[in-house]
């Protein structure tokens, strides 16, 4: 069966590398491919491409995960909870649109981490991606923090979500006491490299900081918390598990995230 990453660019994407090889080594048969589509074409793929025979099920990525809430026929609870679709599901003639974006970063942190259900995690970030880490991590850690650049919106996710909150420029120290930093901002990012939203003073050993950001796969707060003998996690393995969890959805069968991990980089090393 074909799969697709939905994007526009899609330019090199580790996506189709990444499942390819879960594939390879499952002896399936699948291919994974991207697929580069216009908005305005959108829909129209939708309708032919995708609903196909051929089609076992897909990706995607900016800019149609917002839209593609509406695309499909059933919306499964996870997109339902991030106000996106990032995977798709062609099956007996119904398309459903999951979100595994959320759901497998919090769980490449578990693998990484180990119980967190004791843990005072704080999110750095209130955009799009934290909003979706943040419904997931708070059912999970037992005291789940916001700190963000601008406090109302902090303040709102906060309250969306039943949680505490801070202001990332006044509140700081409140990292001090955190087990698990995650960094859902977009500070650190490529070509920003070097950058940190949080001081380095805050950081000390037995913390763990988790960055979203996989480009480049060390962050400047990822290699203070390691200069700090903290440990760290990079965006890649969120990445991976996301990925993970679609390919689950798609086959039922769950694949190694070590061999789907040395794909993406692999991937990402040849990209650059
Ligand atoms: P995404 O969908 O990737 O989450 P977003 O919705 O644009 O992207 O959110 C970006 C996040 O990074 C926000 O939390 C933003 O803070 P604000 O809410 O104050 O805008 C944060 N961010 C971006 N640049 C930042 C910077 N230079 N310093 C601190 N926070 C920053």
């Known amino acids: 069966m074909?799969?697709?990453?939905?994007?526009?660019?899609v330019g090199h994407s580790v996506s189709p590398p990444m499942h390819n090889a879960a594939f390879n080594e499952l002896g399936m048969s699948h291919e994974y491919s991207s697929l580069g589509v216009e908005p305005s074409k959108l829909a129209e793929i939708i309708s032919t491409r995708i609903r196909a025979d051929e089609f076992g099920g897909g990706?995607?990525?900016?800019?149609?995960?917002?839209?593609?809430?509406?695309?499909?026929?059933?919306?499964?609870?996870?997109?339902?909870?991030?106000?996106?679709?990032?995977?798709?599901q062609w099956k007996d003639g119904v398309l459903t649109g999951y979100n595994t974006d959320a759901t497998g970063g919090v769980r490449a942190l578990i693998e990484s981490y180990g119980d967190i259900s004791q843990t005072n995690t704080v999110l750095l970030g209130a955009g799009g991606a934290a909003n979706a880490l943040a419904a997931q991590l708070k059912p999970r850690v037992k005291e789940l923090t916001i700190l963000n650049r601008t406090e109302e919106k902090a303040r709102a996710l906060a309250e969306r979500i039943g949680t505490n909150f801070g202001s990332i420029i006044r509140d700081q120290a409140l990292i001090e006491s955190a087990d698990i930093i995650v960094n859902a901002t977009s500070v650190g990012m490529h070509p920003?490299?070097?950058?940190?939203?949080?001081?380095?003073?805050?950081?000390?050993?037995?913390?763990?900081?988790?960055d979203i950001v996989y480009n480049p796969q060390k962050t400047?707060?990822?290699?203070?918390?390691?200069?700090?003998?903290g440990r760290s996690l990079g965006g890649l393995w969120m990445l991976?598990?996301?990925g993970v969890e679609a390919f689950e959805i798609w086959t039922g069968v769950r694949p190694s995230a070590q061999t789907m991990y040395d794909a993406a980089k692999m991937a990402l090393l040849e990209r650059h």
């Open 192 to 210: 920003n490299v070097g950058e940190s939203p949080i001081d380095k003073k805050y950081l000390h050993d037995g913390q763990m900081v988790f």
């Open 240 to 242: 991976v598990y996301q």
């Open 59 to 88: 990706s995607v990525t900016i800019p149609h995960k917002i839209e593609m809430l509406r695309l499909v026929d059933e919306l499964d609870e996870s997109a339902e909870m991030a106000g996106a679709v990032n995977t798709l």
């Open 2 to 9: 074909k799969f697709y990453l939905l994007g526009y660019p």
């Open 220 to 229: 400047q707060i990822m290699l203070d918390a390691e200069e700090a003998e």
